[in-house]
């Protein structure tokens, strides 16, 4: 028996999710985001599945990133470097044919210092322009500017990130889709790219040339009604040890939890150690053969115990606990543990097993 908590990535999954994200594109492509090793479900073998797919557009948020990626999928699709390029890593850039994205007059000075001494980059380059989130991006007044000092090397797309996608009705979506509109006027003939996960699902004003998923690939982020995407992955975990604890006893540091009754509990091989987050004590939740058991008491290093009241007929050890997956939403982990989907998937560290299935 393995006594390590395992993440099972569902690269099918991972594929379909795209196609579902795909057909809502009216206006062009579908592209994937999977910086931070494609949000903790592994970069190089998601993108050899979306490549299957028929996704020709990636993003990662760092050149040795976009290295890594490149060695591992076809030479044709683009990779767009989304923090921009530093002076000094023009040959890894030219070499893995990686697209860096401007977001500042110094990144700006230091593409032209390249261009003009003879590089080249296959697929161009982009211009990000904030359209009001105050966090990476060139000023939308320096729109008109670049317009003129790009003519001899236009930008390959035209972007911007939007602030609160998420929230459907929240008006600084149509303020960034108006801002950036302003910005965009000025390269007429350029694509350009807005929506993140939650754009897509905004309408096609915001599809523009090129969407840019990234957490629902994975399956998070909040999808209309009508639509469902599939679990990128399941995290579960061994039951090591089962009790029964009397009432009044309390459970984990802390003594956090007190029992108002005899109560079966389960001990699990997971904990902080790996990346399942302390906050979730006492309040999140496992599914053991789709039955529910709360966690109870503090989420520790390495262990973390559950009540096992609706599933004391099959915890034992070695069956596995599922964290997060077909039975455990996402969403509805983080929500319960106070963070969000992002941070669950991207914090899990390397005790937990991956195994990749088609």
């Avoid at 032209?112 to 980059?121: A, D, I, Y």
Wanted: charged share 15%; glycine share 10%.
């Amino acid at each position: 028996m393995h006594l390590r908590p395992r993440a099972r990535i569902h690269l099918n999954n991972i594929a379909e999710n795209w196609r579902t994200l795909n057909a809502f594109q009216r206006t062009g492509v579908t592209g994937a985001v999977v910086k931070a090793d494609a949000y903790g479900h592994g970069a190089e073998q998601v993108g050899q599945a979306l490549c299957d797919a028929g996704c020709d557009h990636f993003f990662v948020a760092h050149c040795h990133e976009g290295v890594s990626l490149r060695r591992a999928i076809a030479s044709n699709p683009v990779i767009y470097v989304l923090n921009g390029p530093a002076p000094y890593e023009e040959p890894l850039y030219r070499e893995n044919a990686l697209t860096p994205v401007i977001n500042s007059a110094a990144q700006f000075k230091t593409l032209v210092t390249w261009l003009e001494s003879g590089g080249r980059f296959r697929n161009g380059y982009a211009l990000h322009f904030d359209s009001g989130m105050n966090r990476l991006g060139l000023p939308i007044s320096d729109a008109a500017h670049l317009s003129e000092a790009a003519k001899q090397h236009p930008p390959a797309l035209i972007m911007s990130h939007l602030a609160c996608s998420e929230e459907p009705t929240n008006a600084m979506n149509s303020f960034q889709l108006e801002h950036f509109s302003q910005a965009a006027a000025h390269f007429p003939t350029i694509p350009t790219s807005l929506s993140n996960s939650g754009g897509i699902w905004l309408g096609s004003d915001y599809h523009q040339a090129l969407t840019r998923p990234g957490i629902a690939l994975y399956g998070g982020g909040y999808p209309p009604d009508g639509t469902s995407l599939l679990p990128g992955l399941t995290l579960e975990a061994p039951i090591l040890q089962v009790r029964v604890a009397e009432e009044g006893e309390t459970v984990g540091y802390g003594a956090s939890h007190r029992l108002n009754k005899p109560t079966p509990l389960a001990t699990v091989a997971i904990g902080y150690g790996d990346g399942f987050p302390r906050s979730a004590s006492n309040k999140g939740y496992v599914t053991i053969d789709a039955k529910r058991s709360p966690i109870v008491g503090r989420v520790s290093m390495d262990l973390i115990t559950v009540d096992i009241s609706a599933a004391a007929d099959l915890a034992r050890p070695g069956v596995y606990a599922q964290f997060i997956g077909p039975d455990v939403p996402l969403e509805d982990q983080a929500v319960l543990a106070g963070t969000i989907g992002y941070e669950l998937t991207t914090g899990l560290l390397p005790r937990v097993t991956r195994i990749y299935e088609d």
